[in-house]
Protein backbone atom coordinates (compact mmCIF):
# COMPACT_ATOMS: atom_id res chain seq x y z
CA UNK A 1 0.00 0.00 0.00
CA UNK A 2 1.31 3.06 -0.47
CA UNK A 3 1.20 5.72 2.57
CA UNK A 4 0.00 9.34 2.56
CA UNK A 5 -1.03 12.38 5.15
CA UNK A 6 -4.01 14.56 3.72
CA UNK A 7 -4.20 17.95 4.08
CA UNK A 8 -5.65 17.45 7.53
CA UNK A 9 -2.46 15.14 8.80
CA UNK A 10 -0.78 17.96 7.49
CA UNK A 11 -2.02 20.68 9.50
CA UNK A 12 -1.73 18.78 12.82
CA UNK A 13 2.12 18.19 11.94
CA UNK A 14 1.94 22.07 11.33
CA UNK A 15 0.89 22.30 15.20
CA UNK A 16 2.87 19.46 16.19
CA UNK A 17 6.42 21.69 14.54
CA UNK A 18 5.49 24.72 16.46
CA UNK A 19 6.12 23.28 19.66
CA UNK A 20 9.44 23.33 18.83
CA UNK A 21 12.24 25.75 18.02
CA UNK A 22 13.71 23.28 15.19
CA UNK A 23 11.92 20.60 13.02
CA UNK A 24 14.37 17.83 13.98
CA UNK A 25 12.26 18.15 17.62
CA UNK A 26 9.34 17.13 15.41
CA UNK A 27 10.86 13.55 14.35
CA UNK A 28 9.40 11.50 17.50
CA UNK A 29 5.89 13.09 17.66
CA UNK A 30 5.72 13.06 14.69
CA UNK A 31 6.58 9.28 13.89
CA UNK A 32 3.66 8.83 16.43
CA UNK A 33 1.38 10.22 14.69
CA UNK A 34 2.44 8.48 11.69
CA UNK A 35 2.31 5.28 13.85
CA UNK A 36 -1.73 6.35 15.01
CA UNK A 37 -2.72 6.57 11.34
CA UNK A 38 -1.11 3.23 9.89
CA UNK A 39 -0.19 1.30 12.79
CA UNK A 40 3.18 0.68 12.25
CA UNK A 41 6.67 2.93 10.83
CA UNK A 42 7.79 0.54 8.38
CA UNK A 43 10.76 2.07 5.81
CA UNK A 44 7.63 3.01 3.84
CA UNK A 45 6.40 5.33 6.15
CA UNK A 46 9.72 6.31 7.41
CA UNK A 47 10.07 7.34 3.78
CA UNK A 48 6.83 9.46 4.52
CA UNK A 49 7.77 11.33 8.01
CA UNK A 50 11.50 12.37 6.43
CA UNK A 51 9.60 13.78 2.98
CA UNK A 52 6.75 15.46 5.18
CA UNK A 53 9.74 17.13 7.74
CA UNK A 54 12.13 17.36 5.13
CA UNK A 55 14.80 15.64 6.85
CA UNK A 56 17.37 13.15 5.69
CA UNK A 57 15.75 9.42 5.80
CA UNK A 58 18.51 8.04 7.17
CA UNK A 59 18.13 10.66 10.25
CA UNK A 60 14.26 9.26 10.43
CA UNK A 61 15.32 5.65 10.33
CA UNK A 62 17.89 6.15 12.91
CA UNK A 63 15.38 7.35 15.38
CA UNK A 64 12.34 5.10 14.68
CA UNK A 65 15.29 2.27 15.25
CA UNK A 66 16.49 3.30 18.42
CA UNK A 67 13.29 3.52 20.32
CA UNK A 68 11.08 0.36 21.12
CA UNK A 69 7.89 1.20 20.97
CA UNK A 70 7.86 1.93 16.96
CA UNK A 71 6.62 -0.85 15.33
CA UNK A 72 8.87 -1.10 12.44
CA UNK A 73 6.56 -3.57 10.85
CA UNK A 74 3.23 -4.88 10.52
CA UNK A 75 2.21 -6.03 13.84
CA UNK A 76 -0.85 -7.66 15.20
CA UNK A 77 -4.02 -5.42 15.95
CA UNK A 78 -3.53 -5.79 19.47
CA UNK A 79 0.19 -5.86 20.84
CA UNK A 80 0.20 -7.31 23.93
CA UNK A 81 3.07 -6.21 26.15
CA UNK A 82 3.74 -8.41 29.15
CA UNK A 83 6.80 -6.38 31.18
CA UNK A 84 8.64 -9.78 32.75
CA UNK A 85 10.63 -6.91 34.35
CA UNK A 86 12.10 -7.05 38.07
CA UNK A 87 8.91 -6.53 40.36
CA UNK A 88 6.98 -8.38 37.71
CA UNK A 89 9.13 -11.22 37.46
CA UNK A 90 8.94 -11.75 41.04
CA UNK A 91 5.27 -11.38 41.15
CA UNK A 92 4.45 -14.01 38.10
CA UNK A 93 4.98 -11.85 34.76
CA UNK A 94 6.58 -15.16 33.27
CA UNK A 95 3.86 -16.81 34.02
CA UNK A 96 1.24 -15.15 32.14
CA UNK A 97 3.70 -14.20 29.26
CA UNK A 98 4.01 -18.19 28.86
CA UNK A 99 0.38 -18.55 29.10
CA UNK A 100 -0.60 -15.79 26.98
CA UNK A 101 1.66 -18.00 24.16
CA UNK A 102 -0.09 -21.34 25.32
CA UNK A 103 -3.29 -19.63 24.89
CA UNK A 104 -2.59 -17.65 21.69
CA UNK A 105 -0.19 -20.23 20.04
CA UNK A 106 2.27 -17.44 19.21
CA UNK A 107 5.59 -16.91 20.88
CA UNK A 108 7.11 -13.57 21.61
CA UNK A 109 8.13 -11.47 18.47
CA UNK A 110 5.10 -13.37 16.70
CA UNK A 111 1.43 -12.40 15.43
CA UNK A 112 -1.39 -14.31 15.23
CA UNK A 113 -1.93 -15.49 11.57
CA UNK A 114 -5.23 -13.76 11.53
CA UNK A 115 -3.32 -10.49 12.46
CA UNK A 116 -5.33 -10.19 15.34
CA UNK A 117 -2.56 -9.99 17.88
CA UNK A 118 1.21 -10.21 18.84
CA UNK A 119 2.91 -10.46 21.90
CA UNK A 120 5.92 -8.86 22.81
CA UNK A 121 8.46 -9.06 26.43
CA UNK A 122 8.30 -5.48 27.96
CA UNK A 123 10.91 -3.82 29.95
CA UNK A 124 9.32 -2.60 33.20
CA UNK A 125 6.15 -0.26 32.48
CA UNK A 126 6.07 1.30 35.89
CA UNK A 127 3.14 -0.67 37.31
CA UNK A 128 5.52 -2.61 39.60
CA UNK A 129 2.94 -2.18 42.37
CA UNK A 130 0.46 -3.87 40.01
CA UNK A 131 2.16 -6.39 39.00
CA UNK A 132 1.69 -8.81 37.08
CA UNK A 133 0.34 -6.40 34.19
CA UNK A 134 0.62 -5.85 30.22
CA UNK A 135 0.01 -3.22 28.12
CA UNK A 136 -2.06 -3.13 25.32
CA UNK A 137 -0.84 -1.27 21.92
CA UNK A 138 0.74 1.49 24.01
CA UNK A 139 -2.34 2.22 25.53
CA UNK A 140 -4.03 1.11 28.64
CA UNK A 141 -2.45 -0.64 30.76
CA UNK A 142 -4.30 -4.06 32.45
CA UNK A 143 -2.95 -4.69 35.68
CA UNK A 144 -3.02 -7.95 38.90
CA UNK A 145 -3.20 -10.02 36.14
CA UNK A 146 -4.53 -13.49 36.58
CA UNK A 147 -4.47 -16.35 33.94
CA UNK A 148 -8.30 -15.77 34.29
CA UNK A 149 -8.24 -12.34 33.80
CA UNK A 150 -5.65 -12.70 31.00
CA UNK A 151 -8.37 -15.33 29.39
CA UNK A 152 -11.20 -13.11 29.64
CA UNK A 153 -9.04 -10.47 28.39
CA UNK A 154 -8.54 -12.02 25.40
CA UNK A 155 -12.31 -12.81 24.70
CA UNK A 156 -12.97 -9.38 24.93
CA UNK A 157 -10.30 -8.10 22.34
CA UNK A 158 -11.44 -10.94 20.28
CA UNK A 159 -14.51 -9.10 20.27
CA UNK A 160 -12.10 -5.81 20.02
CA UNK A 161 -13.54 -4.13 23.05
CA UNK A 162 -10.77 -2.84 25.04
CA UNK A 163 -10.55 -2.73 28.40
CA UNK A 164 -10.97 0.59 30.25
CA UNK A 165 -8.13 3.07 31.85
CA UNK A 166 -7.93 1.58 35.43
CA UNK A 167 -6.99 4.31 37.90
CA UNK A 168 -5.37 2.66 41.23
CA UNK A 169 -5.83 4.86 43.91
CA UNK A 170 -3.11 5.28 46.45
CA UNK A 171 -4.07 3.21 49.80
CA UNK A 172 -3.69 6.60 51.99
CA UNK A 173 -6.22 8.22 49.34
CA UNK A 174 -8.43 5.09 49.64
CA UNK A 175 -9.01 5.70 53.72
CA UNK A 176 -9.71 9.31 53.66
CA UNK B 1 14.10 8.70 61.93
CA UNK B 2 9.93 9.30 61.54
CA UNK B 3 8.04 8.07 64.81
CA UNK B 4 4.71 9.50 64.41
CA UNK B 5 4.21 8.96 60.35
CA UNK B 6 0.43 7.42 60.90
CA UNK B 7 -0.53 10.80 61.42
CA UNK B 8 0.84 12.15 58.34
CA UNK B 9 -1.71 14.10 56.20
CA UNK B 10 -0.13 13.88 52.92
CA UNK B 11 0.67 17.19 51.06
CA UNK B 12 1.64 15.33 47.40
CA UNK B 13 -1.76 12.74 47.14
CA UNK B 14 -4.50 14.84 47.60
CA UNK B 15 -6.74 13.58 50.57
CA UNK B 16 -9.84 12.93 48.70
CA UNK B 17 -9.95 11.96 45.11
CA UNK B 18 -8.05 13.47 42.24
CA UNK B 19 -7.39 17.07 41.56
CA UNK B 20 -7.10 16.99 37.73
CA UNK B 21 -9.94 20.14 37.48
CA UNK B 22 -8.37 23.71 38.18
CA UNK B 23 -10.83 24.55 40.56
CA UNK B 24 -10.91 21.87 42.70
CA UNK B 25 -6.94 22.08 42.92
CA UNK B 26 -7.41 26.15 44.15
CA UNK B 27 -9.60 25.14 46.36
CA UNK B 28 -7.16 23.28 47.93
CA UNK B 29 -5.08 26.27 47.69
CA UNK B 30 -3.81 26.01 45.15
CA UNK B 31 -2.01 27.88 42.71
CA UNK B 32 -1.72 30.07 45.69
CA UNK B 33 1.89 29.83 45.90
CA UNK B 34 2.44 30.48 42.45
CA UNK B 35 0.31 33.92 42.54
CA UNK B 36 1.95 35.39 45.99
CA UNK B 37 5.19 34.48 44.01
CA UNK B 38 4.40 36.90 41.22
CA UNK B 39 2.34 39.17 43.15
CA UNK B 40 5.55 40.14 45.30
CA UNK B 41 8.50 39.38 42.34
CA UNK B 42 9.61 42.65 43.15
CA UNK B 43 10.20 42.83 47.01
CA UNK B 44 9.80 39.11 49.05
CA UNK B 45 9.90 37.35 46.09
CA UNK B 46 12.76 37.99 43.50
CA UNK B 47 14.37 35.24 41.08
CA UNK B 48 17.05 35.03 43.74
CA UNK B 49 14.80 34.86 47.19
CA UNK B 50 12.92 32.06 45.25
CA UNK B 51 15.76 30.02 44.04
CA UNK B 52 17.27 30.59 48.17
CA UNK B 53 14.41 29.46 49.67
CA UNK B 54 14.50 25.96 47.50
CA UNK B 55 17.98 25.85 48.49
CA UNK B 56 17.43 26.10 52.00
CA UNK B 57 14.55 23.93 52.23
CA UNK B 58 17.45 21.15 51.29
CA UNK B 59 14.68 20.06 48.68
CA UNK B 60 17.00 16.86 47.07
CA UNK B 61 16.01 15.82 43.26
CA UNK B 62 13.51 12.85 43.61
CA UNK B 63 14.78 11.67 40.13
CA UNK B 64 17.76 9.39 41.91
CA UNK B 65 20.68 10.87 42.18
CA UNK B 66 20.00 13.65 45.18
CA UNK B 67 21.68 16.95 44.49
CA UNK B 68 19.97 20.01 45.90
CA UNK B 69 17.28 21.65 43.33
CA UNK B 70 18.17 24.87 44.80
CA UNK B 71 21.57 24.69 44.20
CA UNK B 72 21.24 23.32 40.64
CA UNK B 73 19.04 26.21 39.78
CA UNK B 74 21.19 28.58 40.84
CA UNK B 75 24.07 26.83 38.23
CA UNK B 76 21.76 28.71 35.28
CA UNK B 77 24.26 31.63 34.00
CA UNK B 78 22.85 35.18 33.31
CA UNK B 79 20.46 35.82 31.31
CA UNK B 80 21.72 36.86 27.91
CA UNK B 81 18.78 37.38 26.08
CA UNK B 82 18.00 34.11 24.25
CA UNK B 83 15.78 31.46 25.15
CA UNK B 84 16.43 29.20 28.60
CA UNK B 85 14.34 26.65 29.12
CA UNK B 86 13.11 23.33 32.11
CA UNK B 87 13.10 20.05 31.37
CA UNK B 88 10.90 18.11 33.39
CA UNK B 89 11.95 14.84 33.32
CA UNK B 90 8.98 11.94 33.61
CA UNK B 91 10.56 9.47 31.82
CA UNK B 92 10.40 7.05 34.77
CA UNK B 93 12.06 3.95 33.30
CA UNK B 94 14.30 2.49 36.41
CA UNK B 95 12.29 -0.52 37.47
CA UNK B 96 10.64 -0.26 40.51
CA UNK B 97 9.61 3.16 40.23
CA UNK B 98 6.03 4.07 39.20
CA UNK B 99 5.54 7.10 41.40
CA UNK B 100 5.38 10.10 38.96
CA UNK B 101 2.37 8.63 37.22
CA UNK B 102 0.86 9.37 40.45
CA UNK B 103 0.85 12.88 40.14
CA UNK B 104 0.52 13.29 36.69
CA UNK B 105 -3.37 11.66 37.68
CA UNK B 106 -3.87 12.74 40.59
CA UNK B 107 -2.40 16.35 41.51
CA UNK B 108 -1.01 17.27 38.09
CA UNK B 109 -1.76 21.15 38.84
CA UNK B 110 0.85 20.62 41.52
CA UNK B 111 3.73 19.86 39.15
CA UNK B 112 2.62 22.62 36.88
CA UNK B 113 2.50 25.32 39.76
CA UNK B 114 5.97 23.86 41.25
CA UNK B 115 7.25 24.00 37.27
CA UNK B 116 6.08 27.48 36.41
CA UNK B 117 7.68 28.87 40.07
CA UNK B 118 10.36 27.08 39.20
CA UNK B 119 10.87 28.44 35.46
CA UNK B 120 10.11 31.98 36.95
CA UNK B 121 13.08 31.83 39.44
CA UNK B 122 15.61 30.38 36.35
CA UNK B 123 13.69 32.74 34.35
CA UNK B 124 13.30 30.42 31.42
CA UNK B 125 10.76 30.55 28.71
CA UNK B 126 9.27 27.25 28.01
CA UNK B 127 8.94 23.77 30.07
CA UNK B 128 9.23 20.71 28.26
CA UNK B 129 7.64 18.19 30.00
CA UNK B 130 9.63 14.56 28.70
CA UNK B 131 6.99 11.91 29.88
CA UNK B 132 7.87 8.27 28.83
CA UNK B 133 5.60 6.84 26.03
CA UNK B 134 4.47 3.92 27.29
CA UNK B 135 2.29 6.41 29.56
CA UNK B 136 -0.27 7.53 27.35
CA UNK B 137 -2.88 7.27 29.68
CA UNK B 138 -1.10 9.76 31.71
CA UNK B 139 0.21 12.05 28.88
CA UNK B 140 -3.31 12.67 28.49
CA UNK B 141 -4.12 14.04 31.63
CA UNK B 142 -1.19 16.34 31.67
CA UNK B 143 -1.94 17.40 27.86
CA UNK B 144 -5.86 18.04 29.58
CA UNK B 145 -4.41 19.98 32.80
CA UNK B 146 -2.00 22.19 30.63
CA UNK B 147 -4.26 23.18 28.48
CA UNK B 148 -6.38 24.24 31.87
CA UNK B 149 -3.99 25.93 33.09
CA UNK B 150 -3.32 28.07 30.15
CA UNK B 151 -6.95 28.98 30.22
CA UNK B 152 -6.98 29.47 33.78
CA UNK B 153 -4.20 32.22 32.75
CA UNK B 154 -1.20 30.45 34.87
CA UNK B 155 0.59 29.56 31.62
CA UNK B 156 1.22 31.59 28.45
CA UNK B 157 1.71 35.47 28.17
CA UNK B 158 1.82 38.40 30.65
CA UNK B 159 0.74 35.04 33.84
CA UNK B 160 -1.40 36.76 36.12
CA UNK B 161 -0.77 40.33 35.01
CA UNK B 162 2.59 39.74 35.94
CA UNK B 163 4.85 40.36 32.59
CA UNK B 164 6.11 36.75 32.82
CA UNK B 165 5.70 34.68 30.07
CA UNK B 166 6.17 30.87 30.50
CA UNK B 167 4.88 28.06 27.76
CA UNK B 168 4.77 24.34 28.83
CA UNK B 169 4.74 21.20 26.43
CA UNK B 170 4.45 17.47 26.71
CA UNK B 171 6.96 15.33 25.06
CA UNK B 172 6.30 11.71 24.42
CA UNK B 173 9.42 9.33 24.90
CA UNK B 174 9.06 6.65 22.81
CA UNK B 175 10.47 3.62 25.21
CA UNK B 176 14.28 3.94 25.98
CA UNK B 177 15.35 3.85 29.41
CA UNK B 178 18.59 5.81 28.77
CA UNK B 179 16.05 9.13 28.46
CA UNK B 180 15.81 9.29 31.84
CA UNK B 181 19.18 10.36 31.80
CA UNK B 182 19.53 14.30 31.59
CA UNK B 183 21.68 14.63 28.33
CA UNK B 184 19.75 11.70 26.70
CA UNK B 185 16.62 13.17 27.51
CA UNK B 186 17.77 16.47 25.86
CA UNK B 187 18.80 14.65 22.92
CA UNK B 188 15.39 13.00 22.31
CA UNK B 189 13.39 16.37 23.13
CA UNK B 190 15.63 17.74 20.13
CA UNK B 191 14.33 14.40 18.20
CA UNK B 192 17.53 13.01 17.91
CA UNK B 193 18.18 8.78 19.15
CA UNK B 194 18.93 9.01 22.62
CA UNK B 195 22.86 8.76 23.22
CA UNK B 196 23.87 10.81 26.45
CA UNK B 197 26.42 14.05 25.98
CA UNK B 198 29.51 14.46 27.11
CA UNK B 199 29.87 16.57 30.11
CA UNK B 200 30.74 19.55 30.56
CA UNK B 201 29.59 21.33 29.00
CA UNK B 202 26.89 20.69 31.25
CA UNK B 203 23.46 21.75 30.95
CA UNK B 204 23.37 25.10 32.38
CA UNK B 205 25.94 25.91 30.08
CA UNK B 206 24.75 24.06 26.80
CA UNK B 207 21.38 22.09 27.42
CA UNK B 208 18.15 22.15 24.84
CA UNK B 209 19.24 23.10 21.41
CA UNK B 210 21.98 24.61 22.85
CA UNK B 211 20.87 27.16 25.32
CA UNK B 212 21.02 27.01 29.01
CA UNK B 213 18.88 24.37 30.27
CA UNK B 214 17.77 22.94 33.80
CA UNK B 215 16.59 19.29 34.35
CA UNK B 216 14.47 18.39 37.22
CA UNK B 217 12.40 15.24 38.24
CA UNK B 218 8.73 15.89 38.30
CA UNK B 219 8.26 14.96 41.64
CA UNK B 220 11.43 17.33 42.69
CA UNK B 221 9.27 19.95 40.86
CA UNK B 222 5.98 18.99 42.71
CA UNK B 223 7.86 19.91 45.96
CA UNK B 224 8.29 23.81 45.19
CA UNK B 225 4.59 24.96 46.08
CA UNK B 226 5.15 22.71 48.92
CA UNK B 227 8.41 24.75 50.58
CA UNK B 228 7.38 28.40 49.44
CA UNK B 229 3.78 27.51 51.08
CA UNK B 230 4.93 26.16 54.50
CA UNK B 231 8.32 28.19 54.17
CA UNK B 232 11.46 26.62 53.83
CA UNK B 233 12.16 26.04 57.98
CA UNK B 234 9.42 23.91 58.52
CA UNK B 235 10.09 21.61 55.50
CA UNK B 236 14.00 21.37 55.72
CA UNK B 237 12.76 20.24 59.16
CA UNK B 238 10.70 17.06 57.61
CA UNK B 239 11.62 14.26 57.91
CA UNK B 240 15.47 13.44 57.51
CA UNK B 241 17.54 16.40 58.24
CA UNK B 242 20.35 16.09 55.48
CA UNK B 243 17.42 15.06 52.92
CA UNK B 244 13.89 16.54 54.32
CA UNK B 245 10.44 16.89 52.84
CA UNK B 246 7.90 14.36 51.50
CA UNK B 247 8.61 11.55 49.62
CA UNK B 248 6.89 8.97 47.51
CA UNK B 249 7.54 5.40 48.26
CA UNK B 250 7.00 3.16 45.44
CA UNK B 251 6.36 -0.33 46.90
CA UNK B 252 6.33 -3.44 45.16
CA UNK B 253 6.70 -7.24 44.96
CA UNK B 254 5.90 -9.66 47.95
CA UNK B 255 4.38 -7.32 50.13
CA UNK B 256 0.74 -7.51 51.02
CA UNK B 257 -0.23 -3.64 50.56
CA UNK B 258 1.86 -2.63 47.17
CA UNK B 259 1.24 0.71 46.15
CA UNK B 260 2.90 4.46 46.31
CA UNK B 261 2.86 6.00 49.90
CA UNK B 262 3.60 9.36 50.89
CA UNK B 263 5.33 10.13 54.06
CA UNK B 264 8.59 11.98 55.23
CA UNK B 265 11.82 10.76 54.07
CA UNK B 266 13.82 9.10 56.79
CA UNK B 267 11.11 6.36 57.50
CA UNK B 268 12.65 3.26 58.76
CA UNK B 269 12.68 0.21 56.19
CA UNK B 270 10.91 -1.81 58.77
CA UNK B 271 7.85 0.38 59.41
CA UNK B 272 7.71 0.78 55.48
CA UNK B 273 7.51 -2.99 55.01
CA UNK B 274 6.16 -4.83 57.91
CA UNK B 275 3.60 -1.75 58.94
CA UNK B 276 2.54 0.62 56.25
CA UNK B 277 2.70 -2.64 53.24
CA UNK B 278 0.97 -4.84 55.60
CA UNK B 279 4.41 -7.12 55.80
CA UNK B 280 5.44 -9.63 53.58
CA UNK B 281 2.67 -12.06 51.69
CA UNK B 282 1.79 -15.14 52.10
CA UNK B 283 3.34 -15.66 56.01
CA UNK B 284 6.41 -15.78 54.14
CA UNK B 285 9.87 -14.10 55.48
CA UNK B 286 11.85 -11.17 54.00
CA UNK B 287 15.10 -11.73 52.07
CA UNK B 288 16.33 -8.46 50.47
CA UNK B 289 14.79 -5.36 49.45
CA UNK B 290 16.29 -3.03 46.84
CA UNK B 291 15.65 0.32 47.96
CA UNK B 292 15.47 2.58 45.23
CA UNK B 293 15.13 0.93 41.44
CA UNK B 294 17.29 -1.30 40.27
CA UNK B 295 20.50 -0.21 40.02
CA UNK B 296 20.66 0.98 43.71
CA UNK B 297 22.61 -1.83 45.23
CA UNK B 298 20.35 -4.89 47.11
CA UNK B 299 19.81 -4.88 51.04
CA UNK B 300 19.69 -8.51 52.66
CA UNK B 301 17.36 -9.00 55.27
CA UNK B 302 19.49 -8.78 58.15
CA UNK B 303 21.17 -5.61 56.76
CA UNK B 304 17.80 -3.50 57.14
CA UNK B 305 17.50 -2.62 61.10
CA UNK B 306 17.78 0.42 61.68
CA UNK B 307 17.79 1.71 58.58
CA UNK B 308 16.05 4.41 57.35
CA UNK B 309 14.87 5.56 53.88
CA UNK B 310 17.06 8.68 52.96
CA UNK B 311 19.94 9.27 51.81
CA UNK B 312 22.71 9.29 54.81
CA UNK B 313 21.41 6.19 56.20
CA UNK B 314 21.41 4.33 52.98
CA UNK B 315 24.70 4.94 52.02
CA UNK B 316 25.89 3.94 55.65
CA UNK B 317 24.18 0.62 55.09
CA UNK B 318 25.75 0.42 51.70
CA UNK B 319 22.78 1.10 49.39
CA UNK B 320 21.25 4.16 48.30
CA UNK B 321 17.84 5.94 47.86
CA UNK B 322 17.66 6.15 43.90
CA UNK B 323 14.05 6.92 43.25
CA UNK B 324 12.29 5.42 46.44
CA UNK B 325 11.01 2.85 44.65
CA UNK B 326 11.29 -0.11 47.10
CA UNK B 327 11.28 -4.14 45.67
CA UNK B 328 10.61 -6.63 48.62
CA UNK B 329 11.24 -10.07 47.96
CA UNK B 330 10.25 -13.02 50.19
CA UNK B 331 12.58 -15.93 50.90
CA UNK B 332 11.47 -18.11 48.04
CA UNK B 333 13.23 -15.37 45.07
CA UNK B 334 15.72 -17.47 43.39
CA UNK B 335 18.31 -14.28 43.54
CA UNK B 336 20.45 -15.77 40.67
CA UNK B 337 17.35 -15.32 38.08
CA UNK B 338 16.79 -12.05 40.08
CA UNK B 339 19.72 -10.38 39.19
CA UNK B 340 20.19 -12.36 35.29
CA UNK B 341 16.70 -10.33 34.68
CA UNK B 342 18.37 -7.20 35.83
CA UNK B 343 21.65 -7.45 33.56
CA UNK B 344 19.34 -8.07 30.89
CA UNK B 345 17.50 -5.22 31.07
CA UNK B 346 20.59 -3.03 31.08
CA UNK B 347 21.74 -5.04 27.96
CA UNK B 348 18.41 -4.32 26.66
CA UNK B 349 18.89 -0.77 26.97
CA UNK B 350 22.26 0.23 26.72
CA UNK B 351 22.50 3.27 23.97
CA UNK B 352 25.66 1.33 22.46
CA UNK B 353 27.54 4.43 22.22
CA UNK B 354 30.30 3.46 25.08
CA UNK B 355 32.07 0.16 24.67
CA UNK B 356 32.62 -0.93 28.26
CA UNK B 357 28.89 -0.32 28.38
CA UNK B 358 27.40 -1.97 24.99
CA UNK B 359 29.75 -4.80 25.57
CA UNK B 360 29.94 -4.72 29.29
CA UNK B 361 25.78 -5.11 29.97
CA UNK B 362 25.98 -8.16 27.47
CA UNK B 363 28.93 -9.82 29.11
CA UNK B 364 27.32 -9.45 32.21
CA UNK B 365 24.05 -11.12 31.00
CA UNK B 366 25.81 -14.08 29.56
CA UNK B 367 27.54 -15.01 32.16
CA UNK B 368 24.59 -14.63 34.24
CA UNK B 369 22.71 -16.89 31.91
CA UNK B 370 25.13 -19.21 32.18
CA UNK B 371 25.30 -19.50 35.67
CA UNK B 372 21.32 -19.44 36.23
CA UNK B 373 20.75 -22.46 33.77
CA UNK B 374 23.43 -24.42 36.08
CA UNK B 375 26.60 -24.40 33.34
CA UNK B 376 28.34 -21.94 35.54
CA UNK B 377 31.69 -21.86 36.82
CA UNK B 378 32.77 -20.45 40.23
CA UNK B 379 35.84 -18.17 38.32
CA UNK B 380 32.33 -16.55 36.37
CA UNK B 381 31.54 -14.71 39.70
CA UNK B 382 35.77 -13.41 39.72
CA UNK B 383 35.15 -12.69 36.42
CA UNK B 384 31.93 -11.11 36.92
CA UNK B 385 33.28 -8.80 39.58
CA UNK B 386 36.31 -7.89 37.56
CA UNK B 387 34.11 -6.78 34.37
CA UNK B 388 32.36 -4.15 36.71
CA UNK B 389 35.00 -2.87 37.79
CA UNK B 390 36.25 -2.12 34.45
CA UNK B 391 32.56 -0.71 33.12
CA UNK B 392 31.93 1.68 36.22
CA UNK B 393 33.11 5.22 35.56
CA UNK B 394 34.30 4.35 32.27
CA UNK B 395 31.39 5.63 30.34
CA UNK B 396 29.86 9.17 29.08
CA UNK B 397 26.75 8.05 31.69
CA UNK B 398 26.19 5.92 34.47
CA UNK B 399 24.21 3.70 32.69
CA UNK B 400 27.38 1.07 32.84
CA UNK B 401 27.55 2.01 36.93
CA UNK B 402 24.24 1.90 37.22
CA UNK B 403 24.39 -2.33 35.85
CA UNK B 404 27.69 -2.65 37.30
CA UNK B 405 26.13 -1.74 41.09
CA UNK B 406 23.64 -4.71 41.49
CA UNK B 407 25.74 -7.69 40.06
CA UNK B 408 28.64 -6.61 42.19
CA UNK B 409 26.49 -6.03 45.47
CA UNK B 410 24.28 -8.74 44.57
CA UNK B 411 27.13 -11.65 44.25
CA UNK B 412 28.92 -10.09 46.93
CA UNK B 413 25.53 -10.20 49.17
CA UNK B 414 24.16 -13.88 48.37
CA UNK B 415 27.95 -15.18 47.23
CA UNK B 416 26.84 -18.46 48.52
CA UNK B 417 23.91 -19.05 46.54
CA UNK B 418 25.53 -18.24 43.20
CA UNK B 419 28.68 -20.28 44.38
CA UNK B 420 25.79 -23.40 45.02
CA UNK B 421 24.47 -22.48 41.22
CA UNK B 422 28.01 -23.09 39.61
CA UNK B 423 28.55 -26.27 41.43
CA UNK B 424 27.95 -29.26 38.99
CA UNK B 425 26.36 -30.99 41.84
CA UNK B 426 23.18 -29.42 40.52
CA UNK B 427 22.89 -32.21 37.94
CA UNK B 428 23.62 -34.82 40.38
CA UNK B 429 21.04 -38.09 39.91
CA UNK B 430 20.02 -39.34 43.35
Known sequence: MTYTFDSEDLKKIDAIKAKYPTVLSASMPVLWYAQEKFGHVNNEVQHLVAQTLALPESHIHGVATFYTQYFKKEMGKYVLDVCTCFSCQVCGGYEMLHHLEEKLGIKVGETTPDGKFSIQQAECLGACGYAPMLQITNDVYVNHLTKEKVDSLIEDLKQDKMPEFESIIPPQMQNS | MVNDYQNYKTLI???KGHLRNVSDYEATGGYKALK????????????ENVI????????????????????????????????RYIAANGD?????????????????????EGAIIGAYAIQADAVYVYIRGEYRSWINFMEKAITDAYKAGYLG?????SGVNIDMYVHSGAGAYICGEESSLMESLEGKRGYPRVKPPFPAQRGLWGRPTTINNIESLSNVPLILTMGSAKYAAMGAKTHPGPVLYGISGHVNRPGVYEYPTGMLITDLIYDVAGGIRNGKKLKA????????????????????????????????????????????????DFLYRITHFYHHESCGQCTPCREGTGWLEKLLHKIKTGEGELRDLD???????????????????????????????????????????????A
Open chain 2, 13 to 15: LPS
Open chain 2, 36 to 47: DVLAAKESTWTR
Open chain 2, 52 to 83: NEVKTAGLRGRGGAGFNTGLKWSFMPKPDGGK
Open chain 2, 92 to 112: ESEPGTFKDRVIFEFNPHLFI
Open chain 2, 157 to 161: KNILG
Open chain 2, 289 to 336: LVPGGSSTPILRADQIDGVSMDADSLRTAGSMIGTAGMAILDEDTDIV
Open chain 2, 383 to 429: LLLDLTTQMEGRTICALADAAAWPVRHTITRFRDEFEARCKKSVFAF
